[in-house]
């Protein structure tokens, strides 16, 4: 099993940044990708940003411009750097760890989210 624990949420002011931290332990042995994923009350999960161990990177539109995703390998670990928050970055943000097993098979791990709130 893979743990996956989220911090770096909280209040922010429009404009304001905040950097997310998450990071993966347990049985882990080829992680092929982590990203961040947003979801607001009403709505659908969605993608905010993912890195792929390739180091390729995919960003909402939403927040091309505003968020870096980056990952420091030695600790499984990944953050999302928020710059330029605005009201509607607010949401429970959650990370996901994809692993691999070496073959074509891959299963997802998920975090319990943090709270990012961005105040108008």
């Known amino acids: 099993q893979v743990q996956v624990v989220e911090s770096g949420g909280g209040l922010v002011q429009t404009g304001g940044s905040l950097r997310l931290s998450c990071a993966a332990s347990?049985?882990?042995?080829?992680?092929?990708?982590m990203g961040w994923y947003r979801q607001a009350p009403g709505k659908q999960r969605e993608l905010v940003a993912a890195?792929?161990?390739?180091?390729?990177?995919n960003y909402a539109d939403s927040v091309k411009g505003r968020f870096t995703i980056s990952r420091d390998n030695a600790k499984n670990t990944v953050f999302l750097q928020m710059n330029s928050l605005k009201p509607e970055d607010t949401a429970v943000y959650y990370c996901k760890v994809v692993q691999g097993d070496g073959g074509s098979s891959f299963e997802s791990y998920w975090g319990q989210g943090t709270q990012v709130t961005v105040s108008s």
């Open positions: 347990g049985s882990i042995f080829s992680i092929a990708a």
């Open positions: 890195l792929t161990s390739g180091g390729r990177t």
